[in-house]
């Protein structure tokens, strides 16, 4: 099986001598992530988007011509015997429609002329809830300044609507002016007169779940039942007694949306969010929020994203989180944060928190701690004794699953996280006998786990698990071995404050987009975050995730228009870019060394300084590109709205460098070379002064992403920034399917399936790989030949097309009519891990004619070909394109 073959080597390696100098580390040794697995695991495809020729009616699209169009399409898919059936049809924001086909069906109909590209719709899973108990709200407002703006300058949204695309909001909630019972306030509401449910409760679009069932229910009632679209609404704008310990949002006085596109659990689809975009657009919103995002898709020119830079164009402020997959590495930002013209943002650490409270002997210290999600919460009364599985160097603890754990038989057992799930660590010690886990980090701060069963047949956590911080693991671990000690729960609270507040999230996303622009744009508090839940989920909850920082943008944005009404969407983005705050690197703070830009964006949010900013640097970011041409000059524009001269000091600061393996990233020094032409530019009152920065790369390591932030220091007044970001060398000498440990591509056949989504088989999926070659029957989708592959890097086209075998193993003629093409898709992002792979399956046609029609192939020898256009490439280019060649398929339908 292909699971037991093939192992994916993690390193820590460094790339190149050259640069052994500025190498600081990888993200596996800086981190203590657990690495990658050695089973492969898919990546579902899933249904198509299929974006046709026409501009969308929001940007000049006639809708009777968009309408012709779109049944051209579908007559056209009838005439080549293109089975496509219609989920979604979009027109406002952007033209084309969703469809469940097979790749052979996609291949047909790619070749239309009414067809500019084709893309998967992409499934965005429902964040997880978890998190410590009471962190405090307020402090994560006086990190971006928003008690300023809201104590200070008077400001709450008022007169601005902000739209929450999510799981919907419960309007019953005091804090959002409901009646505080379930049911007893009706939709629409004073503060919710928008919002729509796209899917209803049962609507789950993870094919890989049991709980799948992909058929949307909408109706008019966009209550949450899962909890994370109230909780984003909270930050935005809840408006509830902090006194009696309700929230305080960023902008209690918005109006806002709420258009429901998750179910009560599992995940939502790409479509689904799309068709929330242009209801929010005819509601009129000022502000949409999407704290969702599909990872790894790094094109702006996914629907998701295009679509919501055609609702900028339109005059509505779009913010979007840019993902939690840091721990995947680089390049794992997703749409529709990566966008051209919306804000992506990525997630800081709040500052502190308060937390239950246990105290332990001999003098009774309190330890704040988390409850872990799926485990029965701490009592609040009671002693118990302490044991421990390993010790703070056990990368491993607690992880052995052949009853090799000591007994640990009534009491509470201290774990270290890291290399297994929390679940497996619970488990095994639940298992020897343990009444309660005391879960310590591994790298430095607190967290929020869960120990959910992995399946419905795995036995639950009965006992409570509990998350403290290393330092207090660490404390804990060194008074087990000094002697006994005992565990007192306790009703208290205490105010913690976090060692990495102020840093970025350990899961924060990193940029760049696949077309090299700089991505996130900026970040917002949104490691543990306590905000507004569902009455029925205990009203209020913590959660972490750049789902919640997104949120803080929002709202921001909500006060920055009600104090400054006349600024246009994309100055928006700007102004909080210049006066947003660069924060240390995460993996080694207070070491002089600065977060990549590429992570973090412009910094912090300071809204309270954008509001009363006088003064502006224009644009807002720079992106550079590759290096492959030289040095960029870029023209950058100083403006001085104040009645005073002001003059600037020039300087620039240098971020982290990353390369090496996208999904383990080395960290180098930076190194970039900056030059204004001048030491100082005075702007005049009132006036404006153009500059040119020449930014040279650093001399390597190759294919590193580099970046900074150029520093305008005044005489008087706010530090205006300018981040900047780009690539070392050449981006087309990227290798894309280049052997990154999986030993992909190749050919493969299911051996195990327990659902089959069109050819596509989406549950419990076992493959074989077949590198000397199969036979294939194709007579259902388990008998057709797969192409797995595993991408490197984003790739601009990826296409396969059939050639006739020789009879030594070579590739033969193109067919009549030199048309081989039997899939394409366009603009696909790099793969979630080094193990990760999507599955293309061939279902035995081959296109004739010049329309696209397809036929079966006789029995016989054939390969598949496999076409790379690099990003941003040439196909014209030879060094721009990587193909592969797949080994012999034999088509044997008589079984003979």
Sequence with gaps: MLAATIGVPVGGDVASAEHADSYLGSASDLTDLPPAGSELEHEVSGAWFIELTEAPAARGGQRAELNRQQRRLLAEADELDADLEVRYSFQELWNGVSVDASEAAIARIRQSDEVAAVYPVLTIEAPEPGGLAEPAMESALGMTGADIAQSELGLDGSGLRVAVVDSGIDYDHPDFGGAGVPGGTGFPTERIPFGWDFVGDDFNADPSSPAYNPVPMPNDDPMDCGGHGTHVAGIVGADGDTAEGGVRGVAPGAELGAYRVFGCGGSTTADIILAALEMAYDDGMDVVNMSLGAAFATWPQYPTAAASDTLVDQGVVVVASIGNSGAAGTWSAGAPGVGEKVIGVASFDNAEFAARAFRASPDDELFGYSNATAAPEAPEEGSIVMSRTGTPETADDACNTAGELPDLSGTAALVRRGECTFYEKAINAQNAG???????????????????????????????????????????????????????????????????????????????????????????????????????????????????????????????????????????????????????????????????????????????????????????????????????????????????????????????TTADEPHNPGFYLGGAGVDFGTETVTVPAGGEVDLQVTITAPDGPDLGQYGGYLVLSPDEGDTLRVPFAGLVGDYQSVDVLGDAGAGLPELGEVVACDRFVELDCTMNAEYELLPDGGTFSMAEPGDMPVILVNRQYPAENLKLELFRARSDGSVGPPFAGRNNLVFSIDHLGRSAAANAFNAYVWDGTRPVGRRGMSVDVPDGQYILRMTVLKPLGDPKNPDHVETWDSPVITVDRSGS
């Design 434 to 656: 343990a009444d309660a886990v005391v879960l310590y980090n591994n790298v430095a701060g607190s967290f929020a786990p869960t120990v959910a069963p992995p399946t419905p047949d795995d036995p639950a956590i009965t006992i409570p698990v509990v998350a403290i911080s290393q330092a207090d693991g660490h404390e804990l671990d060194s008074r087990i071995v000094a002697g006994e000690t005992t565990l007192t729960w306790t009703d208290e609270r205490t105010i913690v404050e976090n060692v990495t507040g102020g840093l970025i999230s350990s899961f924060s996303s990193y940029g760049m987009t696949a077309d090299l622009t700089l991505k996130p744009d900026i970040g917002a508090p949104g490691g543990l975050i306590r905000s507004t839940y569902p009455l029925e989920l205990d009203s209020y909850a913590v959660l972490s995730g750049t789902s919640m920082s997104a949120p803080h943008v929002a709202g921001a944005i909500a006060l920055l228009l009600e104090a400054r009404p006349d600024t246009e969407p994309e100055a928006v983005r700007e102004i909080l870019q210049n006066h947003a705050v660069p924060a240390d690197w995460s993996l080694v703070p207070d070491a002089g060394y600065i977060e990549p830009a590429h992570r973090q964006g412009a910094g912090m949010l300071s809204i309270d300084k954008s509001i009363l900013a006088e003064t502006a640097v224009v644009p807002g970011k720079l992106s550079l590109g590759d290096s492959a041409d030289g040095p960029v000059t870029s023209d950058i524009t100083v403006r001085n709205d104040s009645s005073d001269d002001v003059t600037y000091e020039l300087s620039s600061i240098d971020a982290i």
